[in-house]
């Protein structure tokens, strides 16, 4: 059993940066898969980003370039730097875990085995 929390969202201007935080607790392994999703009213949910146990990480294409995932064990503590952010990245951004071996932003999006309650990201132009 694994909980999540994430805190760092707000609104901030088109080109702009966030810096979002997930805490993890309960029966916490580095041995998951971990990152990111996200979801915005009307749309499919998306990856984001994925970290693998052995510090590989993952981005979507829309993405990529702009967001940053790290993660501090010491800490159980996953982040997701988003620099140069865009409108349409607008969306709750939820954390994620999960124990399969396909660590990616799209397995944790429709696989994942956890996830937080998630912390809203708006974007104004």
């Known amino acids: 059993q694994v909980q999540l929390v994430e805190s760092g969202g707000g609104s901030v201007q088109a080109g702009g940066s966030l810096r979002l935080s997930c805490v993890a607790s309960?029966?916490?392994?580095?041995?998951?898969?971990m990152g990111w999703f996200r979801q915005d009213p009307g749309k499919e949910r998306e990856g984001v980003a994925a970290?693998?146990?052995?510090?590989?990480?993952r981005y979507a294409g829309s993405v990529k370039g702009r967001f940053t995932i790290s993660k501090d064990n010491a800490k159980n503590t996953l982040y997701l730097q988003m620099n140069s952010l865009k409108p349409e990245d607008t969306a709750m951004y939820y954390c994620?875990?999960?124990?399969?071996?396909?660590?990616?932003?799209?397995?944790?999006?429709?696989?994942?085995?956890?996830w937080g309650k998630g912390t809203l990201v708006t974007i104004s132009s």
């Open positions: 309960g029966y916490t392994s580095s041995a998951y898969c």
């Open positions: 994620a875990a999960a124990r399969g071996i396909n660590c990616s932003p799209g397995y944790l999006a429709y696989g994942r085995d956890y």
């Open positions: 970290i693998d146990s052995d510090g590989s990480t």
